[in-house]
């Protein structure tokens, strides 16, 4: 059975960072799409940012861009995404997500997604 498991979440003031990891088993993802998604609440769920490691493809949202990275430790399973100078907008619940799809023509959308993690709180204080 495939599970995500997302950690790092927590408590932050505005300008600080934080480090998301998402702990995958039950299959090795190498070759497939990896995502992060944030879900503040009274909105709908919000593309972060998108990974192939195949191929090298990769895509952030223009929000986070130049502050989130996001990297991966295959031999862990593993993605995290560090977030730099945190806003307040930026207050959310994170979810981790995985597609097995060999395309990424729709990779900004969650329908794309297969398996999703459990969620983990940000909250970025001003």
């Known amino acids: 059975q495939v599970q995500l498991v997302e950690s790092g979440g927590g408590l932050v003031q505005a300008g600080g960072s934080l480090r998301l990891s998402c702990a995958a088993s039950g299959r090795t993802f190498s070759s497939d799409a990896m995502g992060w998604f944030r879900q503040a609440p009274g909105k709908e769920r919000e593309f972060v940012v998108h990974?192939?490691?195949?191929?090298?493809?990769?895509r952030y949202a223009e929000s986070v861009k130049g502050r989130f990275t996001i990297s991966r430790d295959n031999p862990k399973n593993t993605v995290d995404l560090q977030m730099n100078r945190l806003k307040p907008e930026d207050t959310a619940v994170y979810y981790c997500?995985?597609?097995?799809?060999?395309?990424?023509?729709?990779?900004?959308?969650?329908?794309?997604?297969?398996?999703w993690g459990q969620g983990t709180q940000v909250t970025v204080s001003s």
């Open positions: 997500a995985a597609s097995l799809r060999p395309h990424d023509t729709y990779y900004y959308m969650a329908t794309w997604y297969d398996y």
């Open positions: 990974i192939r490691w195949s191929g090298g493809l990769l």
